[in-house]
């Protein structure tokens, strides 16, 4: 059973004393590749430096995190660009909107996120979303975008079953993680409405551990627990989620 984590922050210092155990512990268990998102310019050294040792398993994107934006974020911006002029990536991302932790930047990440969706038209590449407590307001900039030739994922979906119907008239994807198993996460209401063919699987680590290891590190070793808890719901078998969740990473990454 093969199995993708479309998105996760294996660089991120949580793992710097056991990234190499904790990737093969996922390859173990079928996670054949995972894809890492940028946070801004203080995160690309280490993606590239675990995508330099691991190549066939992580692979890198480039964007700049809303929840990282501040005054100067057209300096981050141009970096970003200057990346994706320079070398291949997967992605443009993550990217998006973020305003449970401050809405002071608003502006500010609505402007990052349009220049971000020109740079996946302009380089034909998919677009990572993250959308915490702004959905509205990412889907309105990406439903005006959407000329035919955006594709992407709606990140760590925790969203409505009409916010999902959006996603699927948008022609991208949800991705889904760790809140799946959580008991009121919501995604039980939400996933009975959902095909398989418009999803993705994710962990986000280190961050949104599935249970029972909520609350401790992440890491996409427990993508499994995802993937058996999506078929729970959705009355499927663990070997079909994997293999059309698969399928969908695999032709989303490959544009």
Excluded at 81 to 97: D, H, M, Q, Y
Excluded at 112 to 141: C, G, M, N
Excluded at 166 to 190: H, P, Q, R, S, Y
């Amino acid at each position: 059973m093969m199995l993708v984590d479309s998105h996760a922050h294996i660089y991120s210092e949580e793992f710097n004393d056991d990234r190499a155990e904790a990737l093969a512990r996922a390859q173990a268990e079928g996670v054949e590749k995972i894809y890492m998102p940028n946070i801004d310019h203080t995160s690309i050294d280490a993606m590239l430096e675990a995508e330099a040792k691991y190549p066939q398993q992580c692979i890198p994107m480039m964007g700049l995190h809303p929840a990282y934006i501040k005054q100067d974020f057209e300096r981050e911006l141009y970096l970003v660009e200057e990346w994706l002029n320079k070398r291949p990536f997967a992605a443009v991302g993550e990217c998006g909107i973020d305003l449970y932790w401050d809405k002071t930047f608003f502006p500010q990440q609505q402007e990052a996120l349009k220049v971000q969706v020109e740079l996946a038209k302009k380089h034909q590449l998919p677009i990572i979303l993250h959308t915490r407590d702004s959905f509205d307001e990412t889907y309105e900039i990406i439903s005006a975008a959407q000329d035919g030739t955006l594709r992407g994922i709606f990140h760590c979906f925790s969203g409505t079953v009409e916010q999902a119907a959006k996603v699927k008239e948008l022609n991208f994807l949800i991705g889904i993680g760790g809140v799946a198993t959580f008991k009121n996460g919501g995604m039980d209401k939400i996933l009975p409405h959902v095909q398989l063919e418009d999803m993705v699987l994710e962990t986000d680590c280190p961050y949104l551990a599935p249970v029972p290891y909520r609350g401790k590190r992440n890491e996409p070793v427990y993508l499994p627990l995802v993937a058996k808890r999506v078929a729970e719901i959705m009355q499927k078998t663990v070997e079909e989620v994997a293999e059309v969740t698969t399928q969908n990473a695999l032709n989303l990454f490959k544009l």
